[in-house]
């Protein structure tokens, strides 16, 4: 028979151990990798739960939360992809909010920045593939689109252009020699190996590029979904996604 100390012990140790509740996961932007890695260790250490972290590119993980890929954060690179989210009538009522903001750049490969820089305004046949997110569908190539109609080159760049699964496939494809530019996040580049900013695309030269992370009403998690979502706009969250190059908004 065990001993009433024994039962005891075991008691008080139960007690004491902290419960592990279930992952959080996090279905976020692929541009928001790096910044995102560095805030759930972060997170971690200032007593948070485990944060699972799914990437993709906003359109994709929109269709996936659509068709009831479980998720309990959506942070989208644009208002568009969050907008088919709600009004699927999958996120949790007054929990949206703007988290950062971000700046397009145009990449060169090394050899091609000097061309890149001095005349790609002028769309010239030298420049003959461009990288950017799928336009259709991916806010940065969506916004790259925006851009380059604004500037009334979007109808001669359109046969050069080379759609890409989301951001990070652009800059690779530039990287690797698949394009002689692209235009990519100003967050991006900060990452490049290889490629070299050509030139920074003056903010008001784009609409706001703005992310908006919201909690999904499907959520078994509401309390981390809410602590985590808050973490994001916390003084030290910000501080990390000013060192990987993303704009805070004002008033946080």
């Known amino acids: 028979m065990l001993s009433h100390t024994w039962l005891a012990v075991a008691l008080v140790t139960l007690l004491l151990s902290p419960l592990q509740?279930?992952?959080?996961?996090v279905?976020?932007?692929t541009s928001l990798t790096d910044a995102l890695e560095e805030i759930t260790r972060a997170y971690g250490a200032a007593g948070g739960g485990i944060v699972r972290l799914n990437f993709g590119g906003s359109n994709t993980l929109a269709r996936q939360i659509v068709n009831g890929a479980p998720a309990d954060v959506?942070?989208?690179?644009?208002?568009?992809?969050?907008?088919?989210v709600e009004k699927a009538g999958l996120l949790r009522p007054g929990s949206r909010v703007d988290v950062v903001r971000n700046q397009l750049v145009v990449m060169a490969a090394p050899d091609r920045v000097d061309l890149v820089r001095e005349r790609f305004l002028q769309a010239p046949a030298e420049i003959r593939r461009v990288a950017i997110g799928d336009p259709v569908?991916?806010?940065?190539?969506?916004?790259a689109?925006?851009?380059?109609?604004?500037?009334?080159?979007?109808?001669?760049?359109?046969?050069?252009?080379?759609?890409?699964?989301?951001?990070?496939?652009?800059?690779?494809?530039?990287?690797?020699?698949?394009?002689?530019?692209a235009i990519v996040y100003v967050t991006d580049a900060a990452?490049?190996?290889?490629?070299?900013?050509?030139?920074t695309v003056p903010i008001q030269e784009?609409?706001?590029?703005?992310?908006?992370?919201?909690?999904?009403?499907?959520?078994?998690?509401?309390?981390?979904?809410?602590?985590?979502?808050?973490?994001?706009?916390?003084?030290g969250a910000s501080a990390v996604f000013a060192r990987h190059k993303f704009l805070v908004p004002s008033g946080k």
């Open 21 to 25: 509740s279930e992952p959080l996961t």
């Open 27 to 29: 279905s976020a932007a």
């Open 74 to 84: 959506f942070i989208s690179a644009d208002e568009a992809q969050m907008a088919v």
């Open 137 to 143: 569908a991916v806010p940065a190539g969506v916004y």
């Open 145 to 181: 689109r925006q851009y380059l109609e604004r500037r009334g080159i979007w109808t001669v760049y359109e046969p050069r252009i080379v759609p890409a699964a989301n951001v990070r496939a652009a800059l690779v494809a530039v990287e690797s020699g698949g394009a002689d530019a």
């Open 191 to 199: 990452i490049a190996r290889r490629a070299v900013v050509a030139f």
């Open 206 to 235: 784009t609409p706001p590029i703005v992310y908006p992370a919201a909690i999904l009403a499907a959520t078994r998690n509401l309390t981390e979904a809410t602590r985590f979502v808050t973490f994001l706009r916390s003084p």
